[in-house]
């Protein structure tokens, strides 16, 4: 089911609107005037929105405007103060639904089922041809005989990307210190993928390491690159390395894993 969040200043409509919505499967948060429905959509994300309109602090309609700056995400206004003039306002802003106070539970109940299957479909057919570009890299690297190289960035979910690579197999990842590191390489079982972090991050003696255990049989290893395979020769990056890990490469494209703003507010202003 979807999660909902229910903006109203009255006590009782949120009541309503909250036991209507929970009985019906939907998981659902409530805010009692705009300010915090605001912070409530700049820390989390929701499927759609129940708005009011005349709210303390800031009305729905200024809420919505908050939203559309990055998001597309279904609203549906629930108020007794809307004038056809601020409906045209609203219509403007994309609004899903406009219904008067107090809401017939069956037409509620249709219109978010409506709006949300809506939204299912246009995600779907939106998808960037990169996403699906992505996921065919992905079935290429699947089963990596020895090593991996992961180029992203410092922000990238390298631990949510190397599941959809290796599945249920075993994984440990190891930081190695600036002496070297490895006795700990030395500990891992053979059937362990090992991730490093941070390949800019490696001292020479963490590198030299690195080879050493990347030369043994059965040895798998996940090497995450935050900046550049062309910045890690630029400082001196071990060729020995390179050509290793640079045999089998998986760039993560930033579309492809930056939370979009489906119901989220930017932070900044």
Known sequence: MAKILIADDSTVCRTVLSILLTNQGHEVKQAGDGKEAIGYLKREGFDLILLDHDMPHASGMEVLRRVREHSEIPVIVVSGTVTPELSQEYAALRVGRIYGKPVNPVVLRDAI???????????????????????????????????????????????????????????????????????????????????????????????????KYVSKPRARVILCVTSSIQLLEDRGFSQTLLMRFGTRCLEIPEEVWRPQASGQVSKGG
């Open 113 to 211: 089922a409506s709006l949300l299957a809506s939204a299912t479909v246009e995600a779907v057919a939106e998808m960037p041809d990169k996403e699906r570009t992505f996921d065919k890299e992905i079935a290429r690297v699947k089963d990596f005989p020895a090593t991996l190289t992961l180029l992203g960035s410092r922000e990238t979910p390298f631990t949510a990307i190397i599941k959809r690579i290796v599945g249920d197999a075993p994984l440990v990842e190891i930081v190695l210190p600036e002496s070297g590191g490895g006795e700990l390489l030395a500990k891992v079982r053979h059937d362990r993928v090992i991730v490093i972090p941070s390949a800019a991050d490696l001292s020479d003696a963490a590198q030299a390491a690195l080879e």
